[in-house]
């Protein structure tokens, strides 16, 4: 794996998951109480000995880079890092250095110079905002084994998910001879697959396509001849599809968990099945750990709580609370009497002392935490949230458009809390 070096693609804008964007990039966003959605592919790296790894960044990207400076240090000897490539202007007009990042080929080619300097024979392409666990030896192994060019990680998908990922179909040793990104209709239609669940899609298959992963292993020269011979911007709507008709592209189909986290909607059913008792992704595989920055933080205390199916990060202070099917970050500060189901709480990047609660009330605003006799559900509050007492926030499955007030935000039927934001005592969302 010394000769595989791998990029993940940091997103753009993450306008389907504002407001948890509005101030960090996608990759940035909490995840699991404790870590980020960036931890997760660099985790699946290390621990399938891919050791070099470019993170390429541009919106908001601040705390993303903080946080990777701060949890991915390498000793001297191992030859190992994780550097951070952020979009540049630069005097290159030839490559488009001129502009910023157009889309996910676009990115990859304005950093080329940068790949090639690594001097590795396979690129693996990520993207940082998906949650899944995936040995990549295993991955790059069968690249190897079937001598390909371009090999696309896939798995089988139902009718619904179908219309909204690329969709691909491939002959019986594997090579991937068509692709189709977000078809519909007839054009959807054509793109059943047989091979998706190991049964013909006309026998009642729950999973009759296969769709992209949007994870990619390029040979370094292929990769920088496509780039460089086909200008447009997307790997999926552009550089995919070229690349079937001219080379070997394969796919390797994937049977674990996978999820995108693209949309406010995923992110939030995503974060609350890691609560259950089962859950579909395991936090706890000691072979294959997700790694975080450590912050050294006391243990969570309870006092008189009542907890079901709950995930409860470190340095929590919680105090006569009922809690359910909810996961709660690092720092809550939950207060009596509070009722909370359904919810993800991000906690806090600090804890406050006697001064400064005391200047809150003078200011008139309410602590950072959730205040006594408050209920929340179904609900994502961000980090660094005040909510007052007596608050109540229920989900408003009727709304389908987004609708952003003063303080928060409905979106997919929830309401999300903004990071920072104040909810003054007695509120009604």
């Known amino acids: 794996m010394r000769h595989v070096l791998g990029v993940i693609l940091g997103g753009g804008r993450g306008t389907r998951l504002y407001p948890?964007?509005?101030?960090?990039?996608?990759?940035?966003?909490?995840?699991?109480?404790?870590?980020?959605?960036?931890?997760?592919?660099?985790?699946n790296c290390l621990n399938s000995g891919v050791t070099r790894i470019y993170v390429l960044t541009q919106f908001l990207s601040a705390s993303l880079h903080r946080h990777i400076y701060q949890t991915y240090k390498f000793d001297t000897f191992g030859g190992g890092w994780v550097q951070i490539l952020a979009a540049v202007q630069t005097y290159d007009s030839d490559s488009g250095g001129s502009d910023w990042y157009q889309g996910t080929a676009d990115a990859v080619r304005k950093q080329l110079s940068h790949i090639r300097s690594a001097r590795?024979?396979?690129?693996?392409?990520?993207s940082g905002d998906h949650l899944y666990r995936m040995d990549y030896r295993l991955y790059i192994a069968a690249h190897r084994e079937h001598?390909?060019?371009v090999t696309v990680a896939v798995q089988p998908v139902t009718r619904e998910a179908a219309s909204g990922l690329g969709i691909l179909r491939m002959d019986a040793s594997g090579r991937i001879v068509e692709f189709a990104e977000k078809p519909k209709g007839k054009a959807l239609d054509k793109m059943a697959s047989p091979e998706a669940s190991g049964r013909a899609s006309g026998d009642g298959a729950e999973n009759p396509f296969l769709a992209s992963m949007g994870i990619y292993v390029f040979n370094l020269d292929v990769l920088q001849g496509l780039l460089e011979t086909h200008g447009e911007d997307d790997f999926g709507l552009h550089i995919l599809p070229a690349a079937i008709k001219s080379h070997q592209v394969y796919a390797y189909p994937f049977g674990g968990y996978w999820e995108d986290i693209g949309t406010v909607r995923a992110y939030y059913e995503?974060?609350?099945?890691?609560?259950?008792?089962?859950?579909?992704?395991?936090?706890?595989?000691?072979?294959?750990?997700?790694?975080s920055r450590p912050r050294y933080l006391p243990g969570t205390r309870t006092?008189?709580?009542?907890?079901?199916?709950?995930?409860?990060?470190d340095g929590c202070l919680l105090q006569d609370a009922i809690i359910s099917d909810s996961v709660i970050g690092l720092r809550s500060i939950v207060g009596p009497g509070v009722r909370i189901s359904r919810s993800v709480i991000m906690g806090a990047d600090f804890y406050e002392d006697d001064a400064r609660r005391a200047a809150n009330r003078q200011a008139g605003i309410p602590d950072v935490g959730i205040g006594s006799g408050s209920s929340i559900e179904g609900a994502i509050v961000d980090k660094n949230a005040r909510i007052g007492r007596n608050v109540v926030i229920r989900?408003?499955?009727?709304v389908t458009d987004m609708v952003e007030e003063g303080n928060h935000v409905i979106r997919d039927g929830l309401v999300i809390v903004p990071k920072n934001a104040v909810i003054p005592d007695g509120t009604i969302i």
């Open 20 to 43: 948890l964007t509005k101030l960090r990039a996608k990759p940035a966003v909490p995840l699991a109480g404790k870590y980020r959605l960036i931890d997760v592919p660099i985790s």
């Open 395 to 398: 989900p408003h499955p009727e």
């Open 147 to 149: 001598g390909a060019d």
């Open 303 to 313: 006092d008189d709580c009542h907890l079901e199916r709950v995930m409860l990060a």
């Open 270 to 291: 995503a974060s609350l099945s890691l609560a259950l008792p089962d859950p579909p992704f395991d936090l706890y595989d000691s072979e294959h750990p997700i790694y």
């Open 120 to 126: 590795v024979s396979e690129v693996l392409i990520l």
